[in-house]
């Protein structure tokens, strides 16, 4: 179904204007039709009617460019560091062989496509590494959301000093 010439986009596809199964992730588009997964990693085209499954092996292929738009506009200056520190996902697996083949979860996708689909994309992209280095790194609980509560945590009180020392205030964390 996938078609020579045209492109998978990584964007944010609201789900007012393009409602998808529960469950479903949407990542982009194609063409004229969002490119969605169903809950077991399968691809799909959906628009009007019912969802067209699509070759897996084809999507990756198509995707590999995709992502490489993407995470440009996060990481302009090189993309595979951060990606692979934000997303936990081996470096080597970044390579566009190996992107073409195997692909990326669903959910790194979405996560990509919201994020690039902004004009502070870059900016947010530096915050997603400074935040997912403090959760990895500096984060002393165990549960994975109880360390980026914490990293959150941490960067109000950055943000805070920020603000306090742009004012030429005293800094007094939380």
């Known amino acids: 179904m996938l078609c020579q010439g045209m492109d998978v986009i990584l964007q944010y596809m609201d789900p007012e204007a393009w409602p998808r199964p529960d469950g479903w992730v949407v990542i982009g588009r194609f063409g004229t039709k ?23 092996d084809a999507v990756n292929a198509a995707l590999a460019p ?4 993407a995470a440009s506009r996060l990481w302009p ?12 996902i081996n470096r080597r697996n970044l390579q566009p062989e190996r992107l073409a083949r195997g692909g990326l979860p669903p959910g790194v996708l979405q996560a990509l496509a919201h994020m690039s689909d902004s004009e502070d994309a870059e900016g947010v992209g530096w915050l997603m590494v400074a935040l997912a280095r403090y959760t990895d790194r500096y984060a002393e609980r165990s549960d994975f959301i109880d ?6 945590a941490a960067a109000r009180n950055a943000a805070e000093g920020l603000r306090l020392a742009r ?3 005293p800094l007094r964390p939380e």
Do not use: Q, T
Not at 37 to 54: M, Q, V
Not at 77 to 88: D, K, P, R, T
């Open 77 to 88: 200056g090189g993309w595979s560091f951060a990606v692979s520190e934000v997303f936990g």
């Open 147 to 152: 360390r980026l509560d914490e990293a959150l």
């Open 34 to 56: 969002a490119l969605a997964y169903d809950g077991e990693r399968r691809p799909f085209l959906i628009g009007d009617g019912e969802p067209e499954p699509l070759d897996r």
């Open 167 to 169: 004012r030429g205030k």
């Open 66 to 69: 995709a992502v490489d738009a």
